[in-house]
């Protein structure tokens, strides 16, 4: 997918102060759509084009007034069932609605200005952009949400994500929900950004011995290959400056954050469900393996529980392993 960039120079404006965002990709929201859900709230499914990749990044948001600035932008000549079209309308669609820019069910109007096209926000139709929102920034990862996978706790952590922007308040964990208002920005960065054959790949290394990070390094990959900048951008896009992220991953933290345009104002921790109720959530040995590198290798900020199916190794004899199976001796036995 290509983009038009004459149609994106202003889309990473800020809702409050219209400063442009250097460096961050563009971004253009091509279309969007509500989609009903099996678990109560309607979402709206956004479907994101960037100058960097030809991906197809999306936003799932939560709430019918968070706005893409660059999707309701009025476009010349365009007629306003295109704008119905592309998800572009306010409230709701119905058979026989003509008008994409008022909903006059909810007797509410969208305003423009007049030169540029661009969404005035106010508060009557737009979310306010001094909210903080709950906000998860999701990697793709095939084999945690299609595959059943237990390996990882990418589709756990996605549903939780989506419950807790619907919900109020969790009484489990006490954490305040989003009450209806949130964003989960899901970006096709499979793998930590590897792709899924590598990913496979890595696999099988782990199923040889290692750990993921030393499956990553034994690849000649980085541990880590994410680059998160496009995940701030569709925030930008979508008026969302004070966040509170779902994480416990204090990198993802550092590169989300771009002062002053976008602040991470507070982070909700997300601990496994299996940890908190042991008839629920993942219970595998590979789990607690992948659990437990977060933890020991790349900082994630979860305590362990106590009891864990495989010997935990001391820090120091796991960088021992890493220095034996980094790339330069990558053919060396692996021994867990
Ligand atoms: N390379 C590699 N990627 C993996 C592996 N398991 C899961 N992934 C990918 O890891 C990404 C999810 O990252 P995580 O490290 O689990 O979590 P995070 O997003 O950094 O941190 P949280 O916000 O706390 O969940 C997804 O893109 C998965 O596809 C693995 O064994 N190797
Ligand atoms: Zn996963």
């Known amino acids: 997918m290509t983009m038009d960039s004459s149609n994106n120079s202003n889309s990473n404006r800020n809702n409050n102060n219209n400063e442009i965002s250097d460096g961050l990709p563009l971004v253009q929201c091509v279309a969007r759509a509500r989609i009903p859900t099996t678990q109560g709230p309607d979402i709206f499914l956004h479907l994101y084009s960037n100058d960097r990749d030809n991906k197809e990044h999306l936003a799932i948001v939560f709430g019918e007034d968070i706005r893409s600035r660059s999707l309701f932008r009025r476009r010349p000549h365009e007629t306003q069932q295109d704008r119905m079209i592309r998800g572009a309308y ?5 058979p026989g609605r003509t008008v994409a820019d008022e909903d006059d069910r909810l007797g509410l109007a969208l305003e423009f200005d007049e030169h540029t096209g661009e969404l005035l926000a106010s508060t009557a139709t737009t979310w306010d952009s001094h909210h903080h929102t709950l906000v998860r920034i999701h990697s793709e990862c095939y084999t945690g949400e299609n595959a059943w996978s237990a390996r990882c706790d990418c589709g756990e952590q996605f549903d939780r994500a989506g419950r807790l922007i619907a919900c109020d308040h969790e009484p489990s964990s006490n954490i305040q929900g989003g009450n209806g208002h949130g964003v989960i920005v899901y970006l096709r960065q499979e793998g930590r950004g590897i792709g899924l054959g590598e990913k496979l790949k890595a696999y099988n290394l782990q199923d040889l011995g290692a750990d993921t990070v030393q499956a990553n390094l034994m690849l000649k ?47 909700v921790p997300m601990v496994p469900i299996h940890w908190t109720n042991s008839s629920e959530g993942i219970d595998s040995k590979e789990i607690e393996g992948y659990l437990r590198t977060k933890i020991e290798r790349m900082g994630h900020l979860l305590t362990e529980p106590l009891k864990l199916h495989t010997n935990p190794q001391s820090t120091e004899a796991s960088q021992k392993q890493t220095q034996m199976n980094s790339p330069l001796s990558s053919s060396s036995t692996l021994a867990i």
Do not use: M, W
């Not at 306010?90 to 119905?94: E, Q, T, W």
């Open 221 to 267: 990959h980085p541990v880590d290959a994410r680059d998160f900048s496009l995940g701030k951008a569709i925030l930008l896009d979508l008026g969302v400056a004070n966040i509170r992220l779902l994480t416990n991953n204090p990198e993802k933290i550092k590169q989300v954050e771009h002062v002053p345009l976008l602040k991470c104002v507070e982070r």
């Open 90 to 94: 306010i409230g709701k669609l119905y």
